[in-house]
């Protein structure tokens, strides 16, 4: 599958087949994390991957009680290392670093037949209790990725003319 494909079918899933996710498909997937750019090349995270049926139920339940995120057959959480870095543009690398690895993972999820959500809505303090993370350390993303069991969403996206502007902000 070429990488525009992928872009165009990706969608955010949120039902998922109980058949688990076969272990080539996802080594894909974290391979595609392994190989993302991060600032300095310093690849400051762990993914933790939650196969374990009642840590998924707890990532859910930590996760405001979105179904789907405790019925999927995988969650990957994405930790940031060193949560503590900030780039010279004052943004902090964490964020962006994750943000690439995860995208990454979505994209290379597609491309093997399954599906993705990105849960940004947790509980920190209690996801990291579940997954037993350090306390220098940060989630950034929870990912949770199976067969897709429903369509997705349509993708509604804004022109391209209301999102880009060029040489100066407008």
């Not at 057959?73 to 870095?85: G, K, R, S, Y």
């Not at 962006?96 to 597609?110: E, G, K, P, R």
């Not at 959500?117 to 989630?139: H, M, S, T």
Request: hydrophobic share 40%; glycine share 8%; net charge positive.
């Amino acid at each position: 599958m070429e990488v525009k494909e992928a872009i165009l079918k990706r969608k955010s899933i949120r039902g998922y087949k109980s058949t688990p996710v076969p272990e080539d498909k996802l080594n894909a997937v974290l391979e595609a994390a392994r190989m993302a750019p991060s600032g300095a090349n310093r690849q400051p995270w762990k993914f933790v991957v939650v196969r374990d049926k009642e840590k998924i139920k707890q990532l859910g339940a930590a996760s405001g009680g979105q179904a789907h995120v405790g019925n999927c057959p995988v969650i990957i959480a994405a930790v940031a290392t060193a949560p503590e870095n900030m780039m010279m543009c004052e943004v902090p690398g964490a964020p962006v670093d994750l943000s690439i690895a995860v995208d990454h993972m979505m994209l290379a999820a597609v491309d093997e037949g399954l599906g993705t959500c990105w849960i940004g809505a947790f509980r920190q303090d209690k996801a990291r209790e579940i997954l037993n993370v350090p306390a220098k350390c940060k989630l950034i993303a929870l990912l949770t990725l199976g067969y897709p069991d429903d369509a997705g969403r349509p993708k509604d996206r804004k022109a391209i003319s209301e999102i880009v502007c060029y040489d100066t902000y407008k």
